[in-house]
């Protein structure tokens, strides 16, 4: 099950060109293109023939061709070429659907139509796009469910074993002060560590000579955005009050879309203030955050593995589940709220 009626990640808009992107969102079908003015365009993946996914075909002018039998399928959806015959029956079409591209992002929306709002779609990527700020981003199609994404993401105490190597040390587990607050459907987990030795991507780039404060601030919207801010000063220098001394952080934001019960597309989207000119420190910074998504891709997968031997299998709480509980609390209560919604429009 998932929750329909949003704006979700379909693509970031360079993978979005006149060559179809096929891709499983939701658990449907969706191929994207742009048009000729290039205006990205959500069609259902599946020619209305004979089911072959369109994204196997190939844009012409505004339209998509199918690659089987060369029928075309406009913007809309709409059959609007079967060689060989004049008559295109009405029923001849796929599934077309709202999009909106922006902050390099095309957002497709994934519940009827009609109730499409532009006025919806998050505001979760353009604070990385800022002038004087440096971004990079990747997609990942992870073999895991959503929620085990979304559970990661407001427990940031597993950076103390899963990315020990680079951005994590045992004190973010053992030491941190962390504070669950709710703010209607919105989540924020703020977790402090205070007075430690700066884990290895904090003491690389932010030259630290002595220990540390460092903050881990995420903030999870629904149905499944993230905006997490990491950072550090020198210990004992305000950093809480925002006064401390040689602040280092950065920014990374998340849109989590379910491709499939057991997979998900995963765009991972880091930002930060320019605090060097050294690009090639950058790059290293950057190296370093790729291979932090890859520790945790690992893990979901695994987990997912393990969920599939015994499904039933139930998961036991800690404290530090406070985050996650109230984010998969707040993600039933939607969804039974728009089955509620359906089944009273359907009544
Ligand atoms: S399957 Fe698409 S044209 Fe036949
Ligand atoms: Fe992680």
Redesign the pocket.
């Known amino acids: 099950m998932f929750l329909r009626n949003y704006w979700y990640v379909g693509a970031y808009s360079d993978e979005v060109t006149c060559e179809p992107l096929g891709r499983v969102l939701l658990g449907e079908p969706v191929v994207l293109y742009r048009t000729e003015a290039g205006a990205p365009v959500a069609l259902e993946d599946r020619?209305a023939?004979?089911?072959?996914p369109l994204s196997m075909g190939k844009v012409i002018g505004d339209a998509i061709q199918?690659h089987?039998?060369?029928?075309e399928f406009d913007g809309t959806g709409a059959c609007v070429r079967i060689p060989g015959q004049e008559r295109i029956p009405p029923q001849m079409k796929v599934k077309s659907y709202p999009v909106v591209e922006r902050d390099n992002c095309v957002f497709v929306w994934m519940g009827d139509a009609k109730d499409a709002d532009e006025s919806k779609v998050p505001e979760i990527f353009g604070k990385l796009c800022q002038d004087g700020w440096s971004a990079t981003k990747v997609h990942c199609h992870v073999e895991g469910n959503y929620q085990l994404v979304i559970d990661n993401l407001l427990d940031l105490s597993h950076l103390a074993t899963v990315h020990a190597s680079t951005v994590g040390s045992m004190h973010v587990a053992d030491m941190a002060n962390v504070e669950t607050e709710r703010d209607g459907d919105r989540v924020k987990v703020s977790r402090w560590t205070m007075d430690v030795p700066a884990a290895k991507t904090y003491q690389q780039f932010g030259n630290y000579e002595s220990n540390i404060d460092r903050w881990q601030i995420s903030e999870f919207f629904p149905p499944s955005y993230f905006r997490i801010n990491n950072g550090s000063a020198v210990a004992g220098t305000g950093a809480r009050e925002g006064t401390g001394e040689k602040p280092w952080d950065f920014w990374v934001c998340h849109g989590i879309t379910p491709s499939t019960q057991d997979s998900t597309h995963y765009f991972w989207h880091l930002g930060h203030r320019l605090w060097t000119d050294n690009m090639a420190d950058v790059e290293q910074f950057y190296e370093q955050c790729y291979g932090v998504v890859g520790e945790d891709i690992a893990v979901f997968e695994a987990q997912q593995k393990t969920i599939n031997l015994d499904p039933a299998a139930p998961m036991r709480e800690i404290g530090y589940d406070a985050g996650p509980l109230l984010a998969r609390q707040i993600i039933d209560r939607l969804l039974q709220e728009e089955a509620a919604q359906k089944s009273g429009k359907a009544a």
């Open positions: 020619c023939h004979r089911l072959l199918c089987y039998h060369a029928l």
